[in-house]
């Protein structure tokens, strides 16, 4: 019974891995969530400023909105609750402050339906043109339904915008492999408390104003030259 269980936790581990992979097919690498405007106008020149902008971001934003919300959602999809599941993705949608940021979550997360649905996830289905169906909604789906646990589900959520980040300043910087290591294990050590204070927040604490990454999000709409779509 015990191997039982550990064969059951490794799977769960597995699938987490799976949904945190590069290789995922729903094109994240595809977007710099506002990081491209950054660097153009010269916020970002070197590895300690993209550092602080990773982690700002990480423990600000992400950790004060994603974080709990995701923990929400994926509770109320254990739950069944698809009264909650709506209610949050709404609210999540409402978090995002450009139209660059909205449509990344949209296209991101029916990108993601579209694949948990091909992988007979069919409660995903629903999702594949819903106008709410951010990337954080589906990725709690697909936790909840492999039985990844809350606080882990959020670790890795963090890990994979993280990962995703550095890989858009590296190519844009630019940045040397190393230096985005650099920043990724210095990543990898904030993350739990990150976790633990978001998963800790109750309701009406919940929120969170990013100036600069609005900002640059909203301006990179209209920027001349672009390598990402946000």
């Known amino acids: 019974m015990i191997e039982a269980e550990q064969d059951n936790n490794s799977v769960a581990l597995l699938r987490l891995m799976q949904l945190v992979s590069p290789a995922?097919?729903?094109?994240?690498?595809?977007?710099?969530?506002?990081?491209?405007?950054?660097?153009?106008?010269?916020?970002?020149?070197?590895?300690?400023?993209?550092?602080?902008?990773?982690l700002g971001v990480l423990q600000h934003l992400l950790g004060r909105v994603d974080v709990p919300v995701l923990?929400?959602?994926?509770?109320?999809?254990?739950?069944?609750?698809e009264e909650a599941v709506v209610y949050w993705s709404g609210y999540?949608?409402?978090?995002?402050?450009?139209?660059?940021?909205?449509?990344?979550?949209?296209?991101?997360?029916?990108?993601?339906?579209?694949?948990?649905?091909?992988?007979?996830?069919?409660?995903?289905?629903?999702?594949?043109?819903?106008?709410?169906?951010?990337?954080a909604v589906m990725f709690s789906l697909a936790a909840a339904r492999w039985q990844v646990p809350v606080k882990a589900t959020a670790q890795g959520y963090l890990w994979s915008w993280?990962?995703?980040?550095?890989?858009?300043?590296?190519?844009?910087?630019?940045?040397?492999?190393?230096?985005?290591?650099?920043?990724?294990?210095?990543?990898?050590v904030t993350i739990p408390s990150v976790v633990s204070r978001g998963l800790a927040l109750a309701e009406e604490q919940i929120g969170f104003v990013a100036q600069r990454l609005a900002l640059g999000?909203?301006?990179?709409?209209?920027q001349y030259s672009r390598l990402f779509r946000s």
Not at 33 to 52: F, I, K, N, P, S
């Open 24 to 54: 995922l097919p729903v094109g994240a690498y595809a977007y710099s969530q506002g990081m491209e405007y950054a660097v153009d106008a010269g916020w970002l020149r070197d590895e300690e400023a993209v550092a602080g902008w990773v």
């Open 71 to 81: 923990a929400r959602l994926h509770r109320a999809w254990t739950a069944n609750d």
């Open 92 to 135: 999540l949608r409402a978090c995002r402050e450009s139209r660059e940021l909205q449509e990344e979550d949209r296209q991101l997360g029916r990108a993601l339906a579209r694949l948990l649905r091909d992988l007979d996830l069919a409660e995903a289905t629903p999702w594949v043109g819903h106008p709410d169906a951010g990337f």
């Open 162 to 188: 993280a990962e995703n980040q550095v890989a858009a300043a590296i190519k844009l910087v630019p940045l040397g492999q190393t230096a985005g290591q650099r920043i990724l294990s210095r990543v990898s």
């Open 217 to 222: 999000s909203a301006l990179h709409e209209h």
